[in-house]
């Protein structure tokens, strides 16, 4: 059974950090790339970022670019997301997900939630003063 776990949210204030991490267990984590969805209150799920199951390529939605960072460390099973200068329209609650199998290259492979075939049960970022 496929599992994902999701740590490291909380609450904190505009302009600061946080690292979410999620430890995967259940299936070949080396074999699946990987992504982080969040959703918004009031808002429907949206796509934010995804790595390459080696850990070679990292993709950014807009609202992600040059603020947060992708990682992944494949001996230890586990995904993370670096994210600074965070802004209060940055929180939501922020689910780690596996992409499907599948050959498929560049950006327009990951934006998709469809994309996506199990989802952890995600952890809260507020970000507040």
């Known amino acids: 059974e496929v599992h994902l776990v999701e740590s490291g949210g909380g609450m904190v204030q505009p302009g600061g950090s946080v690292r979410l991490s999620c430890t995967a267990s259940g299936f070949a984590f080396t074999s699946h790339a990987m992504g982080w969805l969040r959703q918004a209150p009031d808002k429907g799920p949206e796509w934010v970022s995804a790595i390459t199951s080696d850990g070679g390529s990292a993709y950014y939605a807009d609202s992600a670019k040059d603020r947060f960072i992708i990682s992944r460390d494949n001996a230890k099973n586990t995904l993370y997301l670096q994210m600074n200068s965070l802004k209060p329209e940055d929180t939501a609650v922020y689910y780690c997900?596996?992409?499907?199998?599948?050959?498929?290259?560049?950006?327009?492979?990951?934006?998709?939630?469809?994309?996506?075939?199990?989802w952890g049960q995600g952890t809260q970022v507020t970000v507040s003063s």
């Open positions: 997900a596996r992409r499907v199998l599948g050959n498929c290259e560049g950006y327009v492979c990951y934006v998709g939630l469809f994309e996506y075939d199990a």
